[in-house]
């Protein structure tokens, strides 16, 4: 089917053969801007445009919104500052959509005289829909929204943009990582509220739109706080602000507690520290209401006791992200931008995407699989498997972060667990006992990667703050901040004689740096990938770095000259993980494509391609050589599973669910007794003891 594109058009689907629509006669535009074929209205700004859900066709027909822009305007100087204005916020949502939780802008152009600006199709379902399919949430899945949203907020609120209408419906929990999408604002917004002014027009929605912004139509941080904390109340209670609008303006808002207890439901708990929070979101004066984002996540993550008044909560499979593997703007940046990074380290530090919660079972298996002696003279393929005995996983969960976290890594002597997290704060846990020895603070954004030196004595983290740094794992203290990079750090890797430290960057940047660990200096960049690197890693003798990139391909650096050696090429999707064997001939990769694929590094010839996951495969990593004798190869996916490979053969060993939800991270301890994974939900990090 064919979309009119005539804004005013009653019945705008028209069979492909059509030249003119079938209801209003106007001449159909079977590709806008060239490329982009409209085939489904989305939504309907009542003859002011448009949005169309539209096949890119120079994307094998990869979907994507194409929002029509149709001001009614008189005359050509009202229309030339239109197009002008409209230029101008394109630009500035372009710079918005380097953030994984906005959709990436594509296009923007002038057709017909009509505005068009093409944004990233997200692939999910919206808070409104999910409400009414699953539910009411609970405390616990309001703050983890609120700890998912507000860096959002904050990220566009600091380059002077309000989003104006933030309700569920213009919040997408997006299939292939489970993160919350922002969309519906930019370009068109600004320039309908522009242009539209002098008539009364405001744009925003009854009930979840604040006073200030209602009344005079001006709109400020805080007013978009307003909007979020009325978006919690829907969630919490489901009731709609807009409903309650109607019968008494904005009478709700100081009476809110009232609607949490619904007839023929029980009472909804709400803790008292949640409770202030959303009673300084929902205030009428905006003096009285927060003021930033940041105000909002310091009293979530500093006034709030460690949910301890929140009951435990398991999410259902309606609230978690079904298996999807559309390119999104996680294949730009996911971090959450996280979210799918491989967050890697020295150590097996592995970055996962989504949202993940631990089953308090333990989980069996019992399979043969091979064990890799070290050093090895041939590649892994010559290597054979001998059994292991049936292995049981204890699970215990480290409780302390309070925002998802991104990524976790042992440090070399197995006494230490570092854990990264949205908090912005970094963890060090004592294995042993299980108890915290001391958090790290310093950085100002998401940290999405930690790795331990091979001696155990200092920390390296990166984050979405641009900055690297290196933590004195005795004292806590910082040693120093590497700077350089012009994008979010994705991952670190010492190298093996903890001399060097490797670092790769996200699309904006796309580039590698060697860093001098002793000085902090930068000893060279390599770049030649042509988006965002997510993992970097030394082989094991610390000759060779190999680096997986967005741009779906692999590339072999020599460390000691800075020169590619060879570029590996073979996978539909990006590259998320790569991982070297202990034979250092062998290196693993996981991608978006849902596999995995072995690779001869000396060659550069692919061994096997793995197939068995159903999602996108954010994680490998091989058991280390010394450790027991357990399953070579391991990988994380999105479809919410773990799997164990034989690496000799090609063949699936085992799998182990991991739960309702997807995985953030997850490491392995040197002995390989030990399996640490991180995530969101009311378990966000847990480790496994296995006993033989």
């Known amino acids: 089917m064919l979309c009119c594109v005539n804004p005013d058009c009653q019945k705008p689907l028209n069979p492909d053969k059509n030249n003119y629509c079938h209801s209003c006669k106007a001449e159909l535009i079977p590709l806008l801007g060239g490329r982009y074929r409209p085939t489904q209205v989305l939504s309907d700004e009542g ?78 379902q919206n808070l409104l829909k999910e409400c009414e399919t699953r539910g009411t949430y609970n405390e616990t899945e309001i703050r983890q929204l609120l700890l998912d949203l507000l860096p959002v907020l904050k990220f566009i609120h600091q380059r002077g943009v309000i989003h104006r209408d933030i309700k569920p419906q213009n919040i997408i929990r997006r299939h292939s990582d489970g993160r919350l999408v922002l969309i519906d604002f930019g370009a068109s917004k600004v320039l309908t509220a522009t242009v539209q002014t002098k008539m009364g027009t405001v744009i925003g929605s009854h009930g ?63 803790s008292i520290e949640l409770g202030e929070v959303l009673d300084k979101l929902l205030q009428l004066e905006i003096q009285k209401r927060y003021q930033s984002a940041d105000e909002v996540i310091t009293d979530l ?81 010559s290597q054979k498997s001998k059994s292991v005995s049936e292995n049981y996983f204890l699970p215990k969960p480290l409780k302390g972060h309070y925002s998802d976290v991104n990524s976790v890594a042992f440090s070399s002597d197995g006494t230490t667990l570092g854990s990264a997290s949205d908090d912005k704060t970094i963890k060090l846990w004592n294995l042993a006992s299980g108890q915290e020895i001391r958090t790290l603070k310093g950085h100002s954004n998401w940290i999405w990667t930690v790795g331990f030196s091979p001696d155990s004595k200092t920390l390296a983290s990166g984050s979405a703050d641009m900055k690297i740094k290196l933590w004195n794992l005795e004292t806590g203290k910082l040693i120093r901040t590497l700077e350089g990079h012009s ?91 790569v991982a070297f064997a202990p034979d250092g001939v062998t290196l693993a990769s996981g991608s978006r494509d849902k596999t995995i694929k072995l690779w001869n590094v000396k060659t550069g010839k692919l061994i096997h391609t793995l197939k068995g996951h159903n999602d996108k495969v954010n994680s490998v990593a091989f058991l280390p050589s010394k450790s027991s004798d357990g399953v070579t190869l391991i990988s994380g996916s999105s479809d919410k ?11 699936e060993i085992r799998t182990l669910e991991t739960g309702s939800g997807y995985i953030y991270a997850v490491a392995i301890s040197p002995d390989g007794q030990t399996i640490a994974g991180g995530g969101s939900g009311e378990n966000i990090l847990k480790i496994w003891q296995m006993i033989n």
């Open 641 to 651: 599973t773990i799997k164990f490979w034989n690496p000799v053969t090609g063949k």
């Open 47 to 124: 003859g002011f445009g448009r949005t169309y859900l539209a096949k890119d066709v120079h994307k094998l027909n990869e979907c994507c919104v194409v929002k029509q822009f149709a001001p009614k305007l008189q005359g050509t100087g009202p229309l030339t500052k239109a197009v002008e204005l409209f230029k101008q916020e394109a630009s500035r949502l372009q710079e918005l959509a380097e953030h994984p939780q906005i959709p990436t802008l594509l296009a923007y152009f002038e057709q017909n005289s009509y505005l068009f600006l093409v944004q990233q199709f997200i692939d999910g």
């Open 208 to 270: 979840y739109t604040a006073l200030e912004q209602m009344q005079d139509g001006k709109a400020y941080p805080a007013s978009d706080l307003f909007s979020l904390g009325a978006t919690c109340f829907h969630l919490l209670t489901g009731v709609r602000p807009s409903q309650l609008w109607i019968k008494q303006g904005y009478g709700w808002v100081a009476s809110w507690r009232q609607y949490l207890t619904n007839p023929g439901r029980n009472e909804i708990s709400v």
């Open 487 to 577: 994008d979010g750090i994705t991952s670190v890797a010492f190298s093996p004689d903890g001399k060097t430290l490797a670092s790769g960057s996200a699309s904006k940047d796309m580039k590698i740096k060697l860093w001098k660990l002793e000085t902090g200096k930068l000893i060279r960049t390599l770049e030649g990938h042509i988006n965002g690197v997510p993992s970097v890693v030394f082989s094991p003798d610390g000759k060779t770095l190999a680096s997986g990139s967005w741009d779906k391909t692999i590339k072999l650096w020599n460390v000691e000259t800075g020169k590619l050696i060879r570029t590996l090429e073979g996978n539909a999707e990006s590259i998320l993980s």
């Open 301 to 381: 993550t500093s006034q709030l006791s460690p949910l301890s008044s929140v009951p435990p909560t398991i999410l259902t499979p309606t609230f978690t992200a079904t298996a999807a593997n559309k390119g999104s703007v996680s294949s730009k940046i996911n971090i959450k931008l996280k979210s799918q990074l491989l967050l890697g380290s020295s150590i097996l530090a592995l970055g996962l995407g989504g949202v993940w919660y631990f089953q308090t079972r333990p989980h069996t298996i019992s399979e043969y699989s091979p064990s890799i002696p070290e050093p090895l003279s041939e590649p892994i393929q």
